[in-house]
């Protein structure tokens, strides 16, 4: 294992089942964080207060019981193999309190990631990112969004030399809590259309720009996490994702986060009609979605998805395909989810006929 592989630490992550249902359990949590001063303000701090932050809150963590790995099931073998791979331990408990705590978790890490190797990341798409764990707690305390200056978080230059495989890990765990972010905000939007009254048309439009700005998040931890050399990727990356590392056909697949907001979106198209009345917030929400697409579309073609099979359509054979076309497919049926006006999904590419999940490594 390389000496930089080492150096990542496990990140104690709310199976995606498990995510908290109603907006009180996150209130709660909240509340208490901020209390202890311990919610997104500690991402403006010095360095080392974000160390010290990042100690108290993984020793929260420690406190939630980790969950028993699978025993069978392919599926289930897949996702724990995921998450071992990329140093994700699955905790149950105070749902509400896993959650925020995970998330500044993961955003610490990446801080630290990025004040030593630097980010190519425009200061928009830094913004972008930077804004989410704000954008949570205004929504669990129902507060009035807070203003977000883009020069509150100067895009760190970097002292030091960038680790692929570091940044590879870090990148990926803010990913999947970004994702269990955007989950949340498509299941709190459904429920604000199923409110059916006046008073909730403010939520569902709270809500829709919820959902967008999370999208957009996640778009910037994609960008970051591919933030280093093909060449890096090829000689040093790569090959921690074949075996005897893992098993054969290791895949973006695997992650259950992932498939977890598809069966959340699902759900949401049923009120989609509702959503699509708002006009505008719609369509933004409907390019928010898009720009994620294209950030999996990027990651892929940078890593040479352009011309050659991704790992898992080189594990069933399909030496012919190229990883990008199989990711643009799915983006095609992702956004389909969010589009009343189209009656069906679109066929999936034949590498993941029999998966609803998306990926891109």
């Known amino acids: 294992m390389p000496d930089e592989q080492k150096a990542d630490s496990f990140l104690r992550l709310l199976d995606p089942n498990h995510l908290p249902v109603e907006r009180e359990s996150l209130a709660r949590a909240a509340i208490r964080l901020v209390g202890d001063h311990r919610d997104d303000q500690v991402l403006r701090v010095t ?42 331990v699955r905790v149950h408990g105070d749902s509400g309190a896993i959650f925020l705590t995970s998330l500044l978790v993961s955003y610490l890490d990446m801080l630290d990631d990025v004040e030593r190797g630097g980010t190519t990341l425009g200061q928009a798409q830094w ?30 230059a970097g002292r030091c030399e960038l680790l692929p495989h570091r940044r590879w890990h870090v990148g990926h765990r803010l990913f999947f809590t970004l994702i269990q972010t955007t989950t949340q905000a498509v299941t709190s939007l459904s429920q604000a259309v199923r409110a059916g009254d ?32 093909p060449v890096d990727y090829e000689q040093r990356v790569r090959p921690t994702m074949l075996p005897p590392h893992v098993r054969p056909g290791f895949s973006g697949l695997q992650t259950r986060d992932h498939r977890h907001l598809l069966n959340a979106m699902r759900k949401l198209r049923e009120d989609m009609a509702t959503v699509a009345e708002l006009g505008e917030p719609h369509a933004e929400l409907i390019a928010a979605i898009r720009s994620l ?37 799915l983006a095609r049926h992702r956004e389909s989810l969010l589009e009343p006006s189209r009656a069906n999904a679109h066929d999936q590419p034949r590498a993941y006929q029999r998966s609803d999940e998306d990926g891109h490594e």
């Open 198 to 229: 006046e008073a909730a048309e403010a939520d569902v439009r709270g809500c829709v720009d919820f959902v967008r700005l999370t999208t957009l998040g996640s778009t910037a931890a994609l960008r970051l996490t591919a933030d280093f050399s």
């Open 293 to 329: 697409h294209d950030a999996h579309a990027y990651v892929c073609t940078r890593f040479g998805g352009d011309t050659a099979p991704s790992l898992r359509m080189a594990a069933l054979g399909q030496q012919d395909g190229k990883g990008v076309e199989v990711v643009r497919g």
């Open 47 to 88: 360095e080392p207060e974000r160390h010290r932050a990042r100690r108290v809150l993984t020793d929260e963590l420690l406190g939630h019981e980790p969950i028993p790995p699978a025993r069978s099931g392919r599926r289930a073998l897949d996702q724990d193999e995921h998450d071992r791979h990329f140093g994700v």
């Open 127 to 156: 913004t972008d990112l930077l804004r989410v764990p704000t954008l949570v707690f205004d929504f669990a305390l129902r507060r009035q969004a807070s203003a977000f200056p883009g020069s509150d978080f100067p895009i760190p």
